[in-house]
DNA sequence: GATGCAAATGCAAACCATTTGCATTTGCGG
DNA sequence: CCGCAAATGCAAATGGTTTGCATTTGCATC
């Protein structure tokens, strides 16, 4: 594009990923900006908090936010976790790479891991279910991390799996 | 009362699996045998629902269930799992070989896949996040089971992954 | 067997993330 | 600049799960 003379990176970013079909607005936007920023899944009350953070001078309903999650999900660019370890849903953009995570019991911090085992199951699936078409899928290792593993006294691991 | 001579089938199940450290209570008892007799992970609300069924005669209450259903998994014989698809939790007993699921979007069906990803993955976490002990994992396959994938009339896939 | 006490149960109320109804506002095509 | 469908804010509803408390029950002990 024409553009660019170095041109405003977010606003960019956004022209670029907007999903077509879903009105811009407001509230959209800025939820939008909260994910694209973030490091690591979110739940709908740490938008809604980093909502309120970065523009306490305006309004957000938590409904908004819920809407909007699923608004972006439906135009397929953004993704919902339910861990176990969690009792709400993370949210999580989908234009980068494909991820999985590590979740520590203790700690809940998610370490992302670099392979995605879809590939080694894909053509059991096909072998074990044939017509079954597969669309997605979830993946999570569930464990300690580093620093909450030394820490011997873990409280009843209820190990999964 | 007084042993079979033919020795019933049930009791011995559960004498060999009952967790140590675990009072034996009738509505213990009769939860652990819906679980074992059920060919997929099942709902709180499906158990209490089977326990009513059985023995209609006898009282259960819902917090019963669930405080039970978490007795078990402290006690290791028992997985939680929380899929994207469903609005509950669902649970299903450890003994038995490990079982990941592919789940229809469609009828919520769950299809148990005889493969497991984790050993492709062990290596590369011990690279990526040296320290992090594993204990578990979770994965689902999600897409449309046969049945489902020919009536081609598809609501608003929400693509996971 | 009978007894006692901690643990388990039933019931109802509390919790809390998420959803929904409705009146008002807003994006955006004409 | 207008008009209307779609989006928002607010508050109330929903629904799965948890919790407090009085009562019952498993089970170890006598």
């Known amino acids: 594009m024409e553009k660019k003379i170095h ?4 606003d960019e970013i956004i022209d670029r990923h907007w999903p077509l ?7 959209r936007i800025e939820i939008y900006r ?7 899944p979110l739940s709908a009350a740490q938008i809604f908090q980093a909502l ?26 953004l993704v ?28 809940h911090r998610k370490f992302p891991i670099s392979t995605c085992p879809l590939h080694h199951i894909a053509g059991d699936i096909e072998k074990t279910l044939p017509g079954f078409k597969v ?21 009843a691991p209820v190990s999964l799996s």
């Open 80 to 107: 919902k976790n339910i861990l176990s370890t969690e009792d709400n849903a993370l949210y999580e953009l989908k234009n980068e790479t494909h991820r999985h995570y590590a979740v520590c019991l203790k700690c």
């Open 34 to 40: 909260v994910l694209y920023s973030a490091k690591e």
């Open 21 to 27: 079909g879903v009105k811009k607005t407001r509230q």
């Open 135 to 155: 669309t997605g899928h979830q993946l999570e290792i569930y464990g300690y991390c580093p620093d909450c593993a030394d820490i011997s006294a873990e409280p």
């Open 7 to 10: 041109a405003s990176s977010f």
């Open 52 to 77: 309120l953070d970065t523009k306490s001078s305006e309004s957000y309903a938590f409904s908004t936010v819920y809407r909007n999650l699923l608004a972006f999900e439906k135009a397929g660019i």
